[in-house]
Nanobody, 124 residues
Framework: QLVESGGGLVQAGGSLRLSCTGSDQIFSIYTVGWFRQAPGQEREFVAASKWSDSNTYNTYYTDPVKGRFTISRDNAKNTVYLQMNSLNPEDTAVYYC????????????????WGQGTQVTVSS
């Protein structure tokens, strides 16, 4: 139900924008998160967009990407984006988007829907 795109090879300091498109009509109220997994490492939380009680989306980021990555939504397209700037080799990983009605945005186990992953490689 989730399709990611936008990964690729980029030099350090460059940018990429990942896209995650959902097919569910209620995608707009789902929490959507981005996670990544580097070789030999566990999957880790990167960013999330969560519907709040104040009728806006709250965004959350892991510390290493704050100020460099931005998560945003286009509900008309059922798409969530992850804009990644100032990339460095430590950002190299397979990036996954996930969605669901969850409470703990950074807990991968709570997300019910996952994309297939897209490879991001940052060369030094």
């Amino acid at each position: 139900q989730l399709v990611e795109s936008g990964g690729g090879l980029v030099q350090a300091g460059g940018s990429l924008r990942l896209s995650c498109t959902g097919s569910d009509q209620i995608f707009s109220i789902y929490t959507v998160g981005w996670f990544r997994q580097a070789p030999g490492q566990e999957r880790e939380f990167v960013a999330a967009s969560k519907w709040s009680d104040s009728n806006t989306y709250n965004t959350y980021y892991t510390d290493p990407v704050k100020g460099r990555f931005t998560i945003s939504r286009d509900n008309a397209k059922n798409t969530v984006y992850l804009q990644m700037n100032s990339l460095n080799p430590e950002d190299t990983a397979v990036y996954y988007c996930a969605a669901g009605k969850i409470l703990t945005y950074y807990d991968a186990a709570e997300y019910g829907y996952w994309g297939q992953g897209t490879q991001v490689t940052v060369s030094s």
